[in-house]
């Protein structure tokens, strides 16, 4: 719920987070690592988020975060190694070439924004053929900018199959699903706790 803090916690997970807070608060960064290792390391356990996930995920929003969010992210942003960069020529050649190898003809691909005429986000778009060799309704395959994240046509497993062994990881229902608790990102005008689904494919008009 947005700018919700009503979670239940006992007294040590509230001393955590507010010494987290104060550290955080004085912007003492090696002060707040110190705190960090000497805590072991706290940080918000989500079930069902794929550490590759987490990791994008935190350094994406942990620093823009809204002001009720749990400090125990932003902690882990400033405190942990970010993702390594991923070229955005090489993933999405890479994907369309998984694509291609498939024969489906992958068109060129576009942001987000374009693809829904208007607005911004954080994925790209490549439309291809499909089985129903229908020009109206061709298959969309949605690249995430956060990494080598993907979803789209998984009602056909080779898809699925053909990204993955490009090195992807397919974000399914189940795993997009699954709500980053704590973490209040900035959504159609309201901080909100969002899904992996809406963190790694966001799009916003």
Same mark, same amino acid.
């Given at each position: 719920?947005?700018?919700?803090?009503?979670?239940?916690?006992? @007294?040590?997970?509230?001393?955590?987070?507010?010494?987290?807070?104060?550290?955080?608060?004085?912007?003492?960064?090696?002060?707040?690592?110190?705190?960090?290792?000497?805590?072991?390391?706290?940080?918000?356990?989500?079930?069902?988020?794929?550490?590759?996930?987490?990791?994008?995920?935190?350094?994406?929003?942990?620093?823009?975060?809204?002001?009720?969010?749990?400090?125990?992210?932003?902690?882990?942003?400033?405190?942990?190694?970010?993702?390594?960069?991923?070229?955005?020529?090489?993933?999405?050649?890479?994907?369309?070439?998984?694509?291609?190898?498939? @024969?489906? =003809?992958?068109?060129?691909?576009?942001?987000?924004?374009?693809?829904?005429? =208007?607005?911004?986000? =954080?994925?790209?778009?490549?439309?291809?053929?499909?089985?129903?060799?229908?020009?109206?309704?061709?298959?969309?395959?949605?690249?995430?900018?956060?990494?080598?994240?993907?979803?789209?046509?998984? *009602?056909?497993?080779?898809?699925?199959?053909?990204? !993955?062994?490009?090195?992807?990881?397919?974000?399914?229902?189940?795993?997009?699903?699954? !709500?980053?608790?704590?973490?209040?990102?900035?959504?159609?005008?309201?901080?909100?706790?969002?899904?992996?689904?809406?963190?790694?494919?966001? *799009?916003?008009?």
């Amino acid at each position: 719920m947005a700018g919700s803090t009503e979670r239940p916690q006992d @007294g040590a997970a509230r001393s955590v987070e507010a010494r987290l807070r104060a550290a955080l608060d004085s912007g003492d960064h090696d002060e707040l690592r110190a705190l960090y290792e000497r805590l072991g390391r706290p940080r918000v356990e989500v079930p069902g988020l794929a550490e590759e996930v987490r990791t994008a995920v935190v350094h994406a929003y942990a620093p823009v975060c809204g002001p009720y969010t749990d400090p125990r992210w932003r902690a882990e942003a400033l405190c942990t190694e970010p993702p390594a960069p991923v070229d955005s020529a090489e993933r999405l050649g890479r994907a369309r070439a998984a694509l291609a190898a498939l @024969g489906v =003809n992958p068109w060129e691909p576009m942001p987000c924004g374009l693809y829904y005429d =208007n607005g911004y986000g =954080n994925f790209d778009v490549i439309l291809h053929d499909n089985e129903l060799d229908d020009p109206d309704h061709p298959g969309e395959l949605f690249v995430s900018q956060l990494g080598l994240f993907v979803n789209g046509d998984e *009602w056909d497993d080779r898809y699925r199959t053909a990204l !993955t062994e490009a090195g992807f990881h397919w974000v399914d229902e189940r795993a997009g699903g699954v !709500t980053v608790t704590g973490l209040q990102v900035r959504y159609f005008g309201e901080w909100q706790e969002l899904c992996v689904d809406h963190l790694l494919f966001q *799009w916003q008009g």
